[in-house]
């Protein structure tokens, strides 16, 4: 029987081997797992389109997140026992890099004990970090979870997006965009200070390589401007003149936002874009965050009349801001109508009102979206939603 003490030291001598960095991950599960004193691990990452879970191994077929247990770890984020087809029991464990879903981690052992799930949780946690650090660099890992051929502007897209969900207590952004495989100007942009939530959408003209191009190119000048600690009407400045300069004929939609995580007072700024969606209570709050828009980035404010304008607004505990663009609106519905700001809330509500995980909801919505179309998506869609709670004072 494995103690607690008799693992701790092959998991010190593992952690403290100068090659752990380099061992490919699968290597590396295997040397760590033994380490843990348990029997067997594999990883399985969730594809591009969240809709299979993929082994890292070729030994392993390949898991739906809507019709298995794995799915059923990966969709709620807990622990599901079964007994294994082979004899034993198998514990299906989220991977998880902070708040985002990288797949689930299968444990087979004899049997389940305290200590085994423990280290088990101590397995997913290590490789989590892992995948993460690696992915970046580690064409398996794209390679694994892609189910087709992408094209050249999704690609270059797909090179600046931020995780799909970030987080900490009080604070939840997560976004989803499709086509996944097939991107002209969408992307969605957020992060994290330690007072501040910044998340973004932006909407480019056109569906080809110049539209993914110029969406790069207002990412990039948001972020850089962001990273010197600019003010939101600084932000979209630095994302006009970065237009205006390298891509004149071009121009991009959006909304900018930011939240301030300890009073949640709420500032954007919406340049020729649907307006944010405010749902309080479990409700849509009709035009709460509904202003004139500016014109678009890459146009000249001036064209107005009158500088950027700011907006504001405080959100109350439990608040849900959603950002979206009209490729979501504008996709159709089983019935051939259009899905519209009804449906595409309602939808969101009654999931939060059931419990649901904001990213599963997404997951899922987007996921309807596909399915209702009589073809692909005429116009690339996008949502991004944040949901906030203040801190204990």
Not at 377 to 391: G, K
């Amino acid at each position: 029987m494995v103690t607690a003490e008799s693992g701790d030291g092959p998991l010190e001598e593992f952690l403290a081997d100068p090659g752990t960095a380099a061992l490919d991950l699968s290597a590396a599960v295997a040397r760590c797992t033994k380490a843990l004193g348990l029997q067997h691990a594999v990883v399985y990452l969730a594809d591009l389109q969240q809709r299979h879970l993929v082994p890292l191994t070729d030994v392993a077929p390949a898991l739906p997140v809507d019709d298995s247990l794995a799915g059923w770890t990966y969709r709620t984020q807990a622990l599901r026992v079964e007994e294994s087809e082979a004899g034993g029991m198998t514990a299906w464990l989220p991977l998880l890099d902070g708040a985002e879903r990288l797949g689930v981690l299968a444990v087979h052992s004899q049997s389940l004990t305290p200590l085994s799930l423990r280290r088990g949780r101590t397995l997913a946690a290590l490789l989590a970090m892992m995948i993460t650090s690696k992915r970046a660099y580690k064409e398996s890992f794209v390679r694994r979870t892609r189910t087709e051929p992408m094209r050249l502007p999704a690609e270059m897209l797909r090179a600046f997006l931020p995780p799909r969900t970030i987080g900490t207590a009080h604070v939840v952004s997560t976004a989803v965009l499709e086509p996944a495989y097939e991107l002209g100007g969408d992307a969605f942009d957020h992060c994290l200070t330690e007072t501040t939530l910044h998340a973004a959408v932006l909407d480019a003209m056109g569906h080809d390589l110049a539209s993914g191009l110029t969406t790069a190119v207002s990412l990039a000048a948001c972020r850089n401007a962001r990273r010197t600690g600019a003010d939101l009407p600084e932000l979209v400045q630095s994302v006009d003149e970065a237009l205006a300069r390298w891509l004149p004929d071009q121009f991009c939609t959006g909304v900018l936002t930011q939240l301030d995580l300890v009073s949640g007072v709420l500032r954007w700024t919406n340049c020729g874009h649907p307006a944010p969606l405010l749902i309080r209570d479990q409700r849509l709050v009709v035009d709460a965050l509904e202003r004139e828009a500016d014109p678009p980035m890459g146009l000249p404010s001036v064209l107005a009349g009158r500088r950027r304008q700011t907006h504001e607004v405080a959100l109350q505990p439990g608040d849900q801001v959603l950002l979206y663009t009209d490729g979501v609106t504008e996709s159709r519905t089983r019935d051939g109508g259009l899905l519209g700001l009804d449906h595409f809330t309602d939808y969101i509500i009654r999931a939060s009102a059931a419990g649901e995980l904001a990213p599963e909801t997404l997951r899922r919505l987007i996921h309807s979206i596909l399915d209702s179309q009589p073809g692909s998506l005429r116009d690339d869609a996008t949502m991004l939603l944040f949901e906030w709670w203040p801190p204990a004072r």
